[in-house]
C-alpha cells in the first residue's frame, strides 16, 4: 500500500513516492525563521517604493500639466512671467475654482471640464505669432444654465491704459472705489455720470508689456475694486442687455487673449495691426488745416443769425475749414426741412455763404420726436426700434423730448435716413454731417429690432455706418468698432471747468485713450466748453479759455463756437496767432501720420511712453503728448499759472524758444509759459 503525498522542494526523486509510513516532522531553526521575516519586510519595502515612485511621478506629471510657456495654472486663477521668471500678469477666477484632476494637457493646450460648481469646457492654449510676441487664448465655457464667469484682473505693480471714455478721465486708468460688473456698452457719460462712455472697446494694455482683448462673442460687463486693485471681467445674461441666440440655452462664456510682448509699444503695435479695424481713407485734409465754426453756442440759430455769425469770421480774419449748422434749425426733430419761420430762405442763405467761400455741414441725429410729420409714416413702415413683442416703436427720451429711435439694423430704415440726408446735400449742396447721439444708452430697457441685436453696441456700430457716405467731413461722436469709418470722432462735450471731471485737464487723457483703442482721426469739444449749456452759464472764464484754446491746436483738428471777439483784442490775437501755429506747424506733422494710419493704426496724438518705454515717469504723464515722435507739447491746464513742470524723455529736445536739452530725461522745474504761449519741443536728435 502507498499514498501519494505533496512533494516538496528536496524530496523530488525516487523518495517521492513510498510505502506508506508516518512523515517525520520537520524543525524550522532560528536561521530561517529570519530570511523568512527578512524577505517580508523586504517585500514590504519594495511595494512602498513603488507606491512612493508612483505619487512622486504622478504629482510631477500633474505640475508639468499645469505649466505652459511663462503660465502658471492653479486652481484659484493663472500668472504669467517673463522671461526672468518675474510676474507680469495674474488673472484670478471668481466664480468658481478648477478641479485639478480634471485636467489635461495636449501640446500647447490645457483643458478642463470640471470646476467647483459642476461642469465647465475651460482651455488655455499658448500661441506665438510672432519671434517677439506670446498670446494666451483663454476660453471658460459653463455647461450649467444661468450661471455666470468672473474673472479679475490685477492691476498692481503696473499702469492700464484703454477701455473707454469715462466721465472722470485719468491717464493711466485710476481705479476709484468698487463697482460690480456692469454692461459694458456705449452710454452718454454727459447725462450719466457712471456709464462707459460713446467711445469704447474691449481692450486694455499694460505698462508691463501686456495686452487683453475681451472676444466680441462675450456678453460683456465691466467692474472692478480700488481697494484689491482689480478690474473684473464678467459674463452673464442674466439681468442683462445682452441677448443669447434663440433657441439656446443661457449658458455663458468668457473669452479673451492675453498677449505679451517685448515692450508696450511694440505689443500694442502687434495688436492694433492684428485686431483693431483701420480707416480706407484720410478725411479732408482743410478740417485738418482749418477749424471749423459752429452755431452751436448762438443764442439764436436762424438765417439772420447765421450769416452775422459767418461774417463775422472773416471780418476778424480767421479761416474756416466748414461752417456747422447746430440744432434747431428744423421744425421739429425728425424732420429734414428747414424752419421757414427761422429761415424764410434757406436756398439763398446757402448760395450767400457759397459765394463767401463757406462749406456747410449739417447737425443729426437717430431720433424722430413723436411730433415729428415722419413720427407716423416711421410707425407705418416700421423704422423704428419697437417694444419686444409688438409693432409700436419703444418711445424714448432724449434731451430734446420724448421719441421714437431709428432701428439702423433695418435696411429699409437705413435707406430712408440716407435719402433724406442726400436729398439735403443735392438741394443746398451740404458737405456733411455732424452724427450726434448714437450711444446705446438711448435705447429703451427691453427693445426689439429688425435683426436682433446680441451685443446692444452694435446698434453705435450701425449707426456710425451711415456717416460712410459723407465721411469726408463727417463728424461723429460715439464709436464701437468703426476705426475702419473715415470720418471725424468727437470727444464728449466738456463743462467750461479747469480739471478732470469733463474739464480741460480730461482732454488729453481722453484723447490717448481714444487714440489707444484705435479712433485717430480726433475732434476735441469745441474751444471752452460748453458753458452755454447747463453747467456753469455765461462765457468761459477768460483765462480758462485761452488755455483752452492753445491746447485744441496742437490737436489734429479744432473747433471754435463761442468765438473769440466775446473777449478782447488779446484774444482775438491769441487765437490768430495759434490757429496760424495750428496750420504752419501741427497740420502738416498731422496729415502725414494720417496716410500712415490707414496702414499702420498708430496714434497721431501719442503718450510719452510710446518713445520711453522703460521710463516709469513717462507712463504716469497726463499733461503733455506727442505728435508722432517728435514734437513734445506741455499746455498749461492750472488757473493762475505762468508757468509749469515739464518732463522730457531721454534725447536731444529743441524748445520753441530755442533752448537746447540733450541730458535728458529731465525734469524742468517751473519752465516760464506766458499767457500766449504754449511749451513745446522738437525733438532734435
Known amino acids: 500500500m502507498y ?53 512622486y511621478s504622478a504629482s510631477l506629471h500633474k505640475a508639468d500639466l499645469l505649466t505652459t510657456e511663462h503660465l502658471d495654472l492653479n486652481k484659484h486663477g493663472y500668472v504669467i512671467r517673463n522671461q526672468a521668471g518675474v510676474v507680469i500678469f495674474r488673472m484670478e477666477f471668481r466664480s468658481g475654482t478648477l478641479d485639478l484632476d480634471s485636467c489635461s494637457k495636449e501640446g500647447k493646450i490645457i ?38 464667469v468672473e474673472h479679475a484682473m490685477s492691476c498692481g505693480g503696473s499702469h492700464w491704459y484703454g477701455g473707454a471714455e469715462t466721465w472722470s478721465q485719468h491717464w493711466p486708468i485710476a481705479l476709484k472705489g468698487q463697482r460690480s460688473p456692469e454692461p459694458f456698452i456705449t452710454g452718454d457719460i454727459y447725462s450719466n455720470h457712471q456709464a462707459f462712455g460713446g467711445i469704447l472697446e474691449r481692450y486694455w494694455l499694460s505698462s508691463n508689456a501686456i495686452a487683453i482683448k475681451i472676444n466680441d462673442s462675450v456678453p460683456f460687463h465691466l467692474g472692478w475694486d480700488e481697494a484689491n486693485k482689480t478690474l473684473l471681467f464678467q459674463s452673464r445674461y442674466d439681468k442683462s442687455p445682452y441677448r443669447s441666440d434663440p433657441g439656446q440655452y443661457h449658458y455663458v462664456t468668457l473669452s479673451y487673449r492675453v498677449c505679451v510682448g517685448l515692450d508696450i509699444t511694440s505689443i500694442h503695435k502687434y495688436m492694433v495691426r492684428r485686431y483693431f479695424n483701420k480707416p480706407n481713407k484720410v478725411p479732408s485734409e482743410a478740417v485738418f488745416r482749418h477749424p471749423i465754426w459752429s452755431t452751436r453756442a448762438l443764442a439764436e440759430v436762424n438765417q439772420e443769425a447765421v450769416l452775422k455769425y459767418a461774417s463775422d469770421i472773416q471780418k476778424h480774419d480767421f479761416n474756416c475749414s466748414h461752417l456747422e449748422l447746430y440744432d434747431g434749425y428744423t421744425s421739429d426733430y ?64 432724449w434731451w430734446n423730448g420724448i421719441a421714437g429711435i431709428l ?96 474739464g480741460i485737464k480730461s482732454i488729453i487723457p481722453t484723447v490717448l485713450t481714444i487714440s489707444i483703442l484705435g479712433y485717430q482721426f480726433i475732434l476735441p469739444d469745441i474751444v471752452g466748453g460748453n458753458s452755454h449749456t447747463d453747467r456753469t452759464g455765461g462765457l468761459p472764464d477768460r483765462e480758462l479759455y485761452i488755455r483752452w484754446l492753445e491746447l485744441s491746436a496742437f490737436m489734429p483738428a479744432l473747433q471754435f463756437s ?8 488779446e484774444v482775438v490775437n491769441i487765437a490768430r496767432k495759434f490757429t496760424a501755429l495750428h496750420e504752419s506747424l501741427v497740420a502738416p506733422r498731422v496729415l502725414e501720420l494720417a496716410g500712415e494710419v490707414l496702414y499702420t493704426g498708430d496714434p497721431i496724438i501719442r503718450p510719452l511712453w510710446w518713445i520711453a518705454t522703460d521710463d516709469e515717469v513717462a507712463y504716469k504723464i497726463d499733461s503733455q503728448f506727442l505728435i508722432g ?9 492750472e488757473p493762475g499759472k505762468q508757468e509749469r513742470d515739464i518732463y522730457l524723455p531721454a534725447g536731444r529736445w529743441r524748445s520753441y524758444k530755442g533752448e537746447y536739452f540733450d541730458k535728458g530725461p529731465i525734469h524742468l522745474t517751473d519752465y516760464p509759459v506766458d499767457l500766449d504761449e504754449v511749451a513745446y519741443f522738437l525733438w532734435s536728435g
Not at 15 to 36: D, E, I, Q, W
Not at 562 to 569: E, F
Open 3 to 55: 499514498q501519494i503525498v505533496s512533494a516538496t522542494v528536496g524530496d523530488i526523486g525516487h523518495c517521492a513516492m513510498s510505502p506508506y509510513s508516518t512523515p517525520k516532522r520537520k524543525t524550522v531553526g532560528r536561521h530561517s525563521r529570519k530570511l523568512m521575516a527578512s524577505s517580508a519586510l523586504g517585500f514590504i519595502l519594495v511595494l512602498a517604493a513603488i507606491v512612493a515612485w508612483c505619487y
Open 407 to 502: 432701428d439702423f439694423t433695418n435696411t429699409e430704415t437705413r435707406d430712408w435716413y440716407a435719402s433724406n440726408l442726400q436729398a439735403l446735400k443735392n438741394k443746398y449742396g451740404v458737405a456733411s454731417f455732424k452724427f450726434d447721439a448714437g450711444e446705446t444708452s438711448y435705447l429703451p430697457l427691453d427693445f426689439s429690432t429688425f435683426i436682433p441685436l446680441h451685443d446692444p453696441s452694435t446698434f453705435t456700430r450701425r449707426y456710425t455706418e451711415m456717416a460712410m457716405p459723407f465721411s469726408d467731413r463727417a463728424e461723429l461722436r460715439s464709436g464701437y468698432q468703426s476705426q475702419n469709418i473715415s470720418c471725424f470722432f468727437r470727444i464728449m462735450d466738456r463743462g467750461s471747468v479747469w480739471g478732470y471731471d469733463l
Open 334 to 397: 425728425g424732420d429734414f426741412e428747414f424752419d421757414t419761420m427761422k429761415f424764410p430762405n434757406s436756398s439763398a442763405m446757402f448760395q450767400k455763404l457759397c459765394a463767401d467761400g463757406f462749406q456747410v455741414t449739417l447737425w443729426t441725429h437717430p431720433f424722430v420726436n413723436y411730433n415729428s410729420v415722419n413720427f407716423g409714416f416711421g410707425v407705418e413702415r416700421g423704422l423704428f426700434v419697437r417694444a419686444p413683442g409688438g409693432q409700436l416703436p419703444a418711445l424714448v427720451h
Open 562 to 569: 463761442l468765438p473769440p471777439w466775446l473777449y478782447d483784442d
Open 629 to 637: 515722435d517728435d514734437l513734445l507739447v506741455a499746455p498749461v491746464l
Open 111 to 148: 483643458n478642463c471640464d470640471k470646476s467647483n460648481s459642476g461642469n465647465i469646457n475651460f482651455f488655455i492654449q499658448t500661441v506665438k505669432p510672432k519671434d517677439t510676441v506670446t498670446c494666451y487664448r483663454v476660453r471658460w465655457d459653463e455647461l450649467e444654465e444661468r450661471r455666470l
